[in-house]
């Protein structure tokens, strides 16, 4: 398996100079997690239970406290340079066009740092094609106050992607949008991935969202969360929003609701 998470504790707060008893948070216990290289997964499961901190522990941005994460075969000991990242609020640099935005990672991350004045041509139409990939391309030279919401989040999943990352992190991308822009983005995640494949973790509360985009769905028990289900999503590719409305798709959203309901319920 590309990424492999075997029995994995984390404890925020521990190991870190004087605390007061009960200064711990045990964040994640047991958790164990495949996912195939190419995979789209999602992870869904009550609030608090650990969701964010399954990806910062991939990132490398978080250390186990037992327990081993592995990324193409070796151990995470340090943070990964090959991870994009996208979050619910877009960050965009209110000073930069988005074009100069959606480059941003190549003037931070090595070894496009270096070769930044050697690539530039060959950069500014790897921009340019993933803002054309999510209808962007005439707002390129627009500042983000210009955007609506909807469209700065396209821009952040471009931006996320500008770097080739093998792993694309989406930590509730869409919750801060109104209902059709983020189905309306649904569709374009699932182009953009189709184009640029690499693997995608989707942290969301939005069961419908999981169901419309992922391979597998990963329920986490509530905090200290652990994975308890995992569902296959066989629904043919490209899905589209009517397909929502069918009985298998119905049912499957229910089970996850289900899953998280006793969850919740514990
Ligand atoms: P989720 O993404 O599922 O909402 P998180 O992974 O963000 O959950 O958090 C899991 C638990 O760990 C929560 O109880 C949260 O308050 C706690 N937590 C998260 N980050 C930290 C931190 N840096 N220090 C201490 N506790 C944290």
């Given at each position: ?28 216990r ?76 190549l ?98 509360h ?11 769905v ?14 296959s ?34």
């Amino acid at each position: 398996m590309f990424i492999e998470l075997t029995d994995v504790d984390l404890i925020y707060g521990s190991g870190k100079g004087k605390r007061k008893l009960g200064d711990d948070t045990l964040a994640v216990r047991s958790a164990s997690l495949s996912i195939a290289d190419g995979e789209f997964v999602a992870i869904v499961g009550p609030s608090g239970c650990g969701k964010s901190t399954l990806l910062k522990l991939i990132a490398g941005l978080a250390k186990p406290s037992r327990g081993v994460v592995r990324v193409g075969g070796e151990d995470v000991v340090h943070p990964l340079k090959t991870v994009g990242m996208a979050f619910q609020n877009a960050t965009l640099l209110p000073w930069r066009n988005i074009r100069d935005n959606v480059m941003l990672p190549l003037e931070i991350v090595e070894p496009h740092r270096s070769r930044q004045k050697l690539d530039r041509d060959k950069n500014l139409e790897r921009a340019n094609g993933l803002l054309a990939k999510v209808g962007l391309s005439g707002f390129a030279d627009k500042m983000p106050w210009q955007l609506s919401g909807g469209m700065q989040q396209r821009a952040q999943l471009c931006r996320a992607l500008i770097h080739e990352p093998s792993i694309l992190m989406l930590d509730e991308p869409f919750a801060a949008l109104d209902a059709f822009t983020r189905e309306e983005l649904w569709g374009v995640l699932q182009e953009l991935w189709s184009f640029r494949k690499c693997t995608i973790i989707l942290v969301t509360h939005e069961l419908r969202e999981a169901a419309f985009l992922a391979d597998t769905v990963h329920v986490m028990s509530a905090r200290p969360g652990r994975v308890v289900r995992s569902r296959s999503v066989d629904f043919p590719r490209p899905r589209t929003l009517a397909a929502t409305f069918e009985p298998r798709f119905v049912e499957l959203v229910h089970d996850l609701r289900h899953h998280i309901h006793l969850e919740t319920a514990a």
